[in-house]
Nanobody, 129 residues
C-alpha cells in the first residue's frame, strides 16, 4: 500500500520560512518523480514544484526563486523549502508521486493533479501578514 505522509506545516509570519517533508512508503521511490501542489480555501489544487527521478526541478512562476524542492532517495523523502513566505502562500500543501521513465524531465511530469498517481493527506501552511 502506497503512503505519502506530509509534515512540517504550521503558522508563520510573512517573510519567514518553513520546510515541508513528504515520506513515501510502499513504492520504489527512485522510480517516481515527485511533486508538491497546494490548495487554498475555495480554490483549485495548483501545481507548486516537481522533481524528476534524476533530480531535475521545475517550479510554478509564483514560487520560483523562493521555494526549493529536493529529494533524498536514501530516506524515500521529498522536501519543499519555502522562504520569503507571503500571505498568498497560505494553503494546504500536498505531496504527489508520478511513475515516470528515467529520462522524464520535471517539466514533462505535468502540472495537473490528474497526471499524478498517488497523493498524501496534506499539511496546512498559514502565513500571517
Amino acid at each position: 500500500q502506497v503512503q505519502l505522509v506530509e509534515s512540517g506545516g504550521g503558522l508563520v509570519q510573512a517573510g519567514g520560512s518553513l520546510r515541508l517533508s513528504c515520506a513515501a512508503s510502499g513504492l520504489t521511490f527512485t522510480s517516481y518523480g515527485m511533486g508538491w501542489f497546494r490548495q487554498a480555501p475555495g480554490k483549485e489544487r495548483d501545481f507548486v514544484a516537481a522533481i524528476s527521478r534524476s533530480g531535475g526541478t521545475y517550479y510554478a512562476d509564483s514560487v520560483k526563486g523562493r521555494f526549493t524542492i529536493s529529494r533524498d532517495n536514501a530516506k524515500n523523502t521529498v522536501y519543499l523549502q519555502m522562504n520569503s513566505l507571503k500571505p498568498e502562500d497560505t494553503a494546504v500543501y500536498y505531496c504527489a508521486a508520478k511513475r515516470t521513465s528515467r529520462s522524464t524531465t520535471a517539466q514533462a511530469m505535468g502540472v495537473m493533479p490528474n497526471e499524478y498517481d498517488y497523493w498524501g493527506q496534506g499539511t496546512r501552511v498559514t502565513v500571517s501578514s
